[in-house]
């Protein structure tokens, strides 16, 4: 039987996501990468956690979806639906399963056990998040060293991650980056917000929760002299203290909006028109939203940690795709937006650098095909 014979029956189970359809950095990559894995002719199967898939139909664009029932609570909604999901996959026909973030990884053996090949997707390390007291986070720490042990290929979306991994196993560690859709500009009209304008605001996009900065930009901005506002969009029911915070610590200055989460087509109109976007975050795998403002042409301006330097790291003959400032010191970060709202020319020519990296680079048919080359090999096709 030739090998695209055998592709054609090759079964992908994925666990480890809320839903394709929800918003999120591991559910836009599985988003992206089953839809164009199913055309490649692979029988793809996403287990969801039942309270975030709407989506009712046993298959969307050739991707089949199964709902998993979990226990709703912060500590135990992963490890149940991830073990139902597991057991699912398991009793069925699915030949590799592929788990991702490193919390489903306690139970990777378990398909290890029924003959299956796994595959683990590292997208951060996760018990570095603030939000996790100290028994989570050495579960995390466990479940990092199960994805050592058990997983028959390691994937990871930035280098730095593949240099921490590599450190740790003699296995062979594979770079995929995440990526991005190409963009085209799309005006602010429709956003309902009109205290916005084109180039009248620096973004904040993401979730408000500590390890994403969210408290220094708004320290820094505070000090800013401008007449732009600081649009922060994003949702605080991961960490709502935090978010509380955060409102506490914008108050007296009225330059300062937050909207809230927005999605599809408000948030693409967000970006596009944004002066300057800032990613302020101490602990990143691959920011999709960073990639995302490049792709629309808005300069980036980043903390100065390793997996945010290398998404903005300048190529051979081409101006750098991004600014950085000191992880966590708001005073460095206020000298930096004032200096890239002071010259429009340079701000505008270090987006337009972006968005070339971001066409060049970070592409979800590249990644796709990343993907197929490790099923293909693990198949043994």
Same mark, same amino acid.
């Given at each position: 039987?030739?090998?695209?014979?055998?592709?054609?029956?090759?079964?992908?189970?994925?666990?480890?996501?809320r839903s394709p359809a929800a918003s999120g950095g591991i559910e836009s990559m599985v988003r992206q990468t089953t839809l164009r894995l199913a055309r490649l002719g692979f029988d793809v199967k996403v287990f969801c956690r039942a309270r975030y898939n709407r989506r009712r139909g046993p298959r969307v664009e050739g991707v089949r979806l199964v709902n998993v029932p979990s226990i709703n609570t912060k500590h135990l909604e992963t490890i149940s639906y991830t073990f139902l999901g597991l057991a699912l996959a398991c009793l069925g026909r699915r030949r590799i399963v592929h788990l991702h973030a490193?919390?489903?990884?306690?139970?990777?053996?378990?398909?290890?056990?029924?003959?299956?090949?796994?595959?683990?997707?590292?997208?951060?390390?996760d018990w570095k998040r603030d939000k996790w007291g100290f028994v989570a986070r050495f579960a995390l720490r466990v479940a990092e060293r199960c994805a050592i042990l058990f997983?028959?290929?390691?994937?990871?979306?930035?280098?730095?991650?593949?240099?921490?991994?590599?450190?740790?196993? /003699?296995?062979?560690v594979v770079y995929i980056p995440n990526a991005v859709e190409p963009a085209e500009y799309l005006p602010?009209?429709?956003?309902?917000?009109?205290?916005?304008? /084109?180039?009248?605001?620096?973004?904040?996009?993401?979730?408000?929760?500590?390890?994403?900065?969210?408290?220094?930009?708004?320290?820094?901005?505070?000090r800013v002299r401008t007449d732009k506002r600081l649009a922060i969009v994003g949702d605080a029911r991961h960490d709502r203290k935090y978010g509380e915070s955060l409102v506490n610590r914008a108050q007296g200055c009225d330059r300062i909006v937050f909207l809230g989460e927005m999605f599809d087509d408000q948030k693409e109109r967000l970006i596009a028109n944004a002066y300057l976007f800032v990613l302020p975050s101490f602990i990143e795998g691959m920011s999709i939203v960073l990639l995302e403002a490049m792709a629309h042409g808005v300069c980036p301006l980043v903390s100065d940690i390793e997996e945010n330097l290398e998404v903005i790291a300048s190529d051979s003959g081409e101006p750098c795709a991004g600014v950085s400032f000191r992880s966590g010191d708001a005073e460095s970060l206020r000298a930096s937006i004032e200096s890239l709202l002071s010259d429009p020319g340079k701000t505008r020519e270090i987006g337009a650098a972006a968005r070339r990296k971001a066409t060049r680079e970070f592409n979800w048919d590249a990644v796709s095909d990343r993907y197929a080359e490790v099923y293909r090999d693990l198949a043994g096709v």
């Open positions: 039987m030739d090998g695209e014979a055998v592709v054609q029956r090759l079964k992908i189970g994925i666990i480890g996501l490193l919390g489903p990884c306690l139970l990777a053996f378990m398909p290890r056990l029924f003959g299956k090949k796994v595959v683990v997707t590292v997208h951060g390390l997983a028959n290929r390691i994937v990871v979306v930035s280098k730095t991650l593949k240099r921490y991994f590599e450190a740790r196993t /003699r296995k062979e602010l009209d429709g956003v309902g917000m009109r205290e916005l304008e /084109r180039d009248g605001y620096v973004l904040f996009l993401g979730r408000l929760v500590p390890e994403k900065g969210a408290h220094v930009l708004i320290d820094a901005f505070k």
